[in-house]
């Protein structure tokens, strides 16, 4: 067992006025007393947590002070300590009232009022001391207590191990043969479930090789009528008729932006980044996005009046939030609300640099996501639904839209109360203009400009040359790229306009060979279906005409190239 030390059965004197402290000091140190003497309550807080065996205040030094700090110490102290406080009080500066309250606070106080005999002193801090001696005791019992109670704790632990090792040993092979069976039964589902999401992948890769073809061929015969279009209403006289060409050419634009939306799913496109008005994509996809959810949800768009114009590639917008709308409705089976919203957002997301930003919603009251499944919803391939009716791509597409667009896409979502999906996007610089063709004001060609048709299929090439005509171009064609290198051999033109899948000479090699040969030649390359990032690292992002195109912004883009050739 082992006594306290003197350290802690120290007395710790606190009078701050006068010779007190040093008097009673010297009168317990004659009784065998250790005391430490204090200057003031700060020092109080300091030494009582180094240990001691009482404190003796005098009430004038708890007057207006903050004991807050003892009062910690109290409660933090063990279950065998009360640490014990004498204070001498005295009328000078009694003040029950405001004092009172401290003796509770204290707890283990005695009370000694003044003036004070020495005798009363030692007597009642002897009794202090014992009492205090008597807690360290119980210290040490309980110490010895905990010991033995652990040595037993351990003792029975080492019983309990021992049978269960012995258990264990016993049920091992069982054990190893029950692991063996699982791991076989897990190795064989498993199997199972990537094979079939590798058919399902690959049906799906089929589907968007077949969609982005579907594409490019939609897009020439687009292009064809689109500007056939475009000449009557540029050369005809006749109202009617002029009339039913503007019908039909909106009907192209309506179909342009069909194949644009496949290009899209067959993930063949990359972003074309332009200031979008929110009111705009929303106007988009209203009536598709009304009759793909059904007469049972209420649909509803919600647009704050100043908000800004986004950055964005409109028909990737227009496909996330229909993809969004579509698993809305598959999470309200029995009806219920779906509501896109736009509002500016004051507080920037902290994944985002500081900026200005919209943020578009698309949120349901359905049935919601647990967060286990919240967490996954943007990671690829990450579905909740059966095999064939998702590809686990629709919001991971969302995602990667909003992370390439300079902004972020996230989720939030309750059980039984719904799901909201934000789009955060960056708003349109002022140096960003609208993307928009002045149809009305054509440019005429240049006297005497040549300019080079290349382009496999024989109506495009055709339809594409008289419309180039019809502004004042002189055009050759050429039905491959064979065929155009051979005219550039012959003659060499102002400006060659190449399509981009052609069989023998691809549009890419057309402009590498012609560069090689005769680099002061500009070209513009015409396509439907490309891998356009590699189209516009060849030739610049301005230099691409993008099928189906309106004659304008064919006559823009022929001028644009022209003039750059003249600049360099």
Known sequence: ????????????????????????????????????????????????????????????????????????????????SDFPFVVLVGKQFSDPRGLARHWDELGNVILLERPLNMETLRSAMKSVARARRRQYQAREDLIDRTATARSLSESQANLIELNEKLEAHVSARTRQLALANDRLTHELFERERVQQALLHSQKMEAVGRLTGGIAHDFNNLLNVVQGSMDLILLLSADEMAKKRADVARRACERGAKLTQQLLAFSRNQTLNLQAVRVQTIFAGVRELVIASAG????????????????????????????????????????????????????????????????????????????????????????????????????????????????????????????????????????????????????????????????????????????????IGYAVRQACDGEAALRSVQESTPDLIISDYMMPGISGAELIREVRRRAPAIPMVIATGYADMHAVEELIGQEMVLRKPFPLAELAAVVERAIERAAHT
């Not at 606190?14 to 010779?19: A, E, I, Q, T, V």
């Not at 949120?363 to 998702?390: A, Q, S």
């Not at 009305?440 to 109506?459: C, K, P, S």
Request: glycine fraction near 10%.
């Open 1 to 80: 067992m082992t006594p306290p030390t003197a350290f802690e059965e120290r007395i710790l004197i606190l009078m701050p006025w006068g010779r007190d402290g040093s008097v009673v000091a010297s009168a317990l140190r004659a009784e065998g007393f250790g005391c430490h003497v204090l200057q003031d309550f700060d020092q109080l807080n300091l030494e009582i947590r180094k240990g001691a065996g009482a404190a003796i205040v005098t009430e004038e030094a708890l007057h207006k002070i903050d004991i807050s700090q003892v009062l910690d110490f109290l409660a933090e102290q063990e279950t065998w």
């Open 295 to 470: 007469s049972r949800i209420d649909v509803r768009f919600d647009v704050e009046e100043a908000v800004d114009c986004v950055l964005a590639d409109a028909n990737q917008m227009e496909m996330a939030l229909l993809n969004l709308a579509i698993n809305a409705r598959d999470a309200m089976p029995d009806g219920g609300r779906l509501t896109f919203s736009a509002r500016n957002i004051g507080t920037v997301p902290d994944e985002l640099p500081s900026g200005r930003y919209v943020r578009i919603a698309v949120e349901d009251n359905g049935e919601g996501m647990p967060p286990e499944v919240l967490g996954k919803v943007f990671e690829p391939f990450f579905t909740t639904k059966e095999i064939g009716r998702g590809t686990g791509l629709g919001l991971s597409q969302v995602y990667g839209m909003a992370r390439q667009s300079g902004g972020l896409a996230r989720a939030f979502s309750q059980v039984g109360e719904g799901t909201s999906i934000e789009i955060v996007l960056p708003c349109a610089g002022a140096d960003q203009k609208m993307d928009s063709v002045d149809r009305g004001a054509l440019r005429r060609a240049r006297g005497g400009t040549r300019i080079l048709l290349v382009e496999d299929d024989h109506a495009v090439r055709q339809q594409m040359a008289e419309s180039l005509e019809a």
